[in-house]
């Protein structure tokens, strides 16, 4: 019983939120504004295999980790 409440409570929210993570971070794209973990806020100008090119103010350009990304900003 408590296996299937851990499950219920802990393991599968957790799946959830990683499943949508993926997709978010598989879905980006040059213009999307985004906002990083250390939050720094600013539009993708290049995306690689792990990293993406993050325009954050003019002239200024940083190269930030797709792990170092928390979320979109729609």
Not at 11 to 24: A, G, K, L, T, Y
Not at 33 to 57: E, H, N, Y
Not at 59 to 71: A, D, F, L, P, S
Request: net charge positive; hydrophobic share 45%; proline share 1%.
């Amino acid at each position: 019983m408590f296996a299937v409440l851990m499950y219920v409570f802990v393991i599968r929210p957790q799946q959830v939120q990683q499943r949508r993570r993926n997709e978010m971070l598989a879905s980006l794209k040059a213009g999307d504004r985004i906002v990083t973990m250390g939050g720094l806020v600013g539009d993708i100008t290049q995306v690689r295999d792990s990293s993406v090119t993050l325009k954050i103010a003019d002239r200024v350009e940083v190269e930030v980790m797709k792990t170092g990304i928390g979320w979109k900003k729609e």
